[in-house]
C-alpha cells in the first residue's frame, strides 16, 4: 500500500469517526441548545446574576450550579451550548466549570444504567464524587479568577431580546397582548439557542469534534483494556485516555462493567466514568476559547485530581468492607434509534451551516458601518 493510499486510509477513518461522533452527540447537542433557549425564555438574566453571577457568592453560586447539573440527562457536548448560554448571560466562570462538570457525569438516565450494570455502591458514589468535584473546581476557579464576570465572550451580560421587546409596540391589550409578548419571547428564544448562540460556538465545535475522531481512530478500546490491571498507574493511564476521548455518562458504563469483569479495578474503572464522560476535546477547545486558558487548566486539573482521590477511595471501600467487585456484563439497549441520531446529525448540519452563514453576514455588515 502506497504513502497516498495509506493517508486516505487515515484520513476516511478520521472522518468516519468524526461523524460517528456528531451523529451520537447529535440528538443531544439538540437538546442541549433548546434548554439554552428554554433558560432564555423562562429565567431572566438577573436571576441568572443573583444565582450564579459574581454578586452571588464564590460558594453560593458554584454550590447552585453543581446541584443543578447532576440531573440533567446531557453529555459533554449536549452541555456545551446550556453552559455557554449561562456564562453569555451573566454566569460566573466557577458556576459555569461546576455546571460543565456535574451535568454530563450524571443524569437520571446514567444513574439508573450504573445500577444495572454496575452495584449500588458506584451507583451512590458516582453523583456524590460528581459534586464535590464540581463544588470544588467552581470554588477553585472563582478564588484564583480575578475578574469572575463574563467578559470572554461575545455579547456580554446584556438583556435578552426577548425581555427586551416584549409588550414594546403592542397595540392589543389584555390575554392577546400577553399571547403575543409570548409567543415573541418564544420566538426570540428559539432564534437565541438555534441561530445566535450556535453560530457563537459552532467552528469550535467543529474543530473539536474533528480531534476527538483523531483521537477516535488512533487510539482503539483494545488497548486501553490490555493496561489497566489496577493500581495508580492504571488510573492515571485511564486518566490520560478518558480526559480528550468523547464518550457520554450513559455509554461509558457497559463499557467500565465490561473492564471490571475481566479484572480491572472499580476505582480504575471509576477515574474513567468520572473523566470520560466530563471532559473531551469538544469541550476542552471550547472551554479553552471562550473562558481561557486559566480556567481550562483549573477545569482539567480539578477533574484529574478528584478522579483519582475517588478512584482510590472507591477500591479502598471496595476492599475494607471484602466486597469483589462484579458487574453484569452486558452493554446497555442504545435509547436512540440509528435513523433518529442521522437525522438530528444532518439537521444541525444545516443549522451550523445556516448559523455560520448567519453570522458571517452579520460580522461583515457590522465592518462595513
Known sequence: M?????????????????????EEAAPYLFLGFGIAGLLELVVSNEKIIGHLGSGAGKFSSVLKASIAGIPLPLCSC???????????????????????????????????????????IMTVFRPIATFITALGAGVTSNIMEKDVTNTSLSNPVMLSKSEDTTNQGCDCCGDNCEQAGLKKRGFDAIKYAYVE?????????????????????????????????????????????????????????????????????????????LAGPATNAATITMVTKFMGKKAVT??????????LIFGMLLD??????????????????????????????????????????????????????
Open 197 to 273: 448562540l450556535l453560530g457563537d460556538i459552532a467552528k469550535w465545535l467543529i474543530v473539536g469534534l474533528l480531534i476527538a475522531g483523531f483521537i477516535s481512530y488512533i487510539v482503539p478500546e483494545e488497548i486501553v483494556g490490555g493496561y489497566l490491571g489496577g493500581g495508580i498507574g492504571s488510573m492515571i493511564l485511564m486518566l490520560f485516555v478518558g480526559i480528550p476521548l468523547y464518550i457520554c455518562a450513559t455509554a461509558s458504563t457497559p463499557l467500565a462493567a465490561a473492564l471490571i469483569a475481566k479484572g480491572m479495578s472499580p476505582g480504575t474503572a471509576f477515574v474513567f466514568l
Open 78 to 120: 449536549g452541555v456545551i451550548p446550556a453552559a455557554m448560554s449561562l456564562k453569555k448571560r451573566g454566569a460566573n466562570n466557577g458556576a459555569t466549570l461546576s455546571f460543565l462538570i456535574s451535568t454530563p457525569q450524571t443524569g437520571a438516565d446514567s444513574i439508573a444504567i450504573t445500577y444495572a450494570l454496575l452495584d449500588p
Open 2 to 22: 502506497s504513502i497516498a493510499q495509506s493517508f486516505m486510509e487515515i484520513l476516511a477513518g478520521i472522518i468516519h469517526e468524526t461523524w460517528y461522533l456528531f
Open 316 to 369: 479502598l471501600i471496595y476492599i475494607k468492607l471484602g466486597i469483589e467487585a462484579t458487574a453484569i456484563v452486558g452493554s446497555a439497549s442504545d435509547l436512540l434509534p440509528a435513523e433518529v441520531k442521522t437525522f438530528f446529525a444532518l439537521l444541525l448540519a444545516v443549522m451550523m451551516t445556516y448559523s455560520l452563514i448567519q453570522r458571517r453576514q452579520s460580522n461583515e455588515c457590522q465592518d462595513c458601518s
Open 298 to 307: 483549573i477545569y482539567l486539573a480539578m477533574i484529574a485530581l478528584f478522579a
